[in-house]
């Protein structure tokens, strides 16, 4: 079997329909679907089973988070290849070309593709390891030099050299995960993605934007999950960063949760949600 397509799903029942019915469009070739549900209560397992028996449903007893539910899933894939998905994406175009190009070339370790809004808009979906430096401005860690600023990319090169791609898609060889280990399941969720780009990159393979092919994601961060984001920025550098930029990066990180519950808190005189949002910041700074 060519590919399997590896979906972790928390209470996003809602999304299904329109995801799968892009993968039976977009993916004529032979590949599964296997989707881990992360003990959902919107009733996303009894819609799955009564509406899509083609899909290989594994039921977990519990939240096991980004990595976990992936981690689980690819246990049972049977695929050369494995597609991370987010279960609110939307294919758009055919992924015959992103699997050519994979299987023509062996040194490539992860294929993401450009990644677009609700609305149609283009949305930056690749970047550069987090750098202590890159931290005092998040928006620092996407690609947005050249092309990567506004999604218009020509065709006289047809893949790019990145650090990482965004998880929502996310295409890489079978065998090269069972050898790394997967996701590490330290990062409950957010930076998981950049954490196995960088083992891939020190294997040795490469990590590229493949802009030929699209897809359309309909989620994004949130603020409430601050916590989640920075937790997964300190285990990042304490993998694989030395003492200095360990040091570094939890100054800075600290530093910027400082300023953000700050500037909350002067907010909170006009709006009631601003004080949760301070809270969230200082709780964030536990590590």
Known sequence: MKLSIIIVNYNGGHFFDACLRSIAEHVPFEHEVIVVDNASSDGSVEYLRSTHPE??????????????????????????????????????????????????????????????????????????????????????????????????????????????????????????????????????????????????????????????ISYMHFGGYGQSRIGMLFAGFRRYHRTHSNWVKRVLANIILDVGLLTRAFVYMLRSINDKQAKSRAVLCLKALRR
């Open 55 to 212: 899909v290989t449903l594994i039921e977990s007893q519990s939240n096991r988070g980004f990595a976990g539910g992936n981690n689980l899933a690819a246990s049972y894939a049977k695929g050369n290849f494995l597609l991370l998905l987010n279960n609110d994406t939307i294919l758009l175009n055919d992924l015959a070309r992103a699997l050519a190009f994979m299987e023509s070339d062996p040194s490539v370790g992860i294929l993401g593709a450009r990644m677009l809004g609700k609305n149609n808009e283009y949305r930056c979906s690749a970047g550069y390891f987090p750098e202590p430096w890159r931290l005092a401005k998040l928006s620092s860690l996407y690609r947005k030099d050249n092309e990567f600023g506004n999604g218009v990319f020509s065709n006289n090169i047809s893949a790019r050299q990145v650090d990482w791609v965004e998880g929502s898609f996310l295409l890489t060889p079978a065998s090269l995960w069972r050898d790394l280990g997967g996701l590490d399941e330290a990062y409950f969720m957010y930076v998981e993605d950049v954490d196995y780009a960088k083992r891939v990159a020190d294997s040795g393979k490469s990590v590229l934007y493949f802009p030929e």
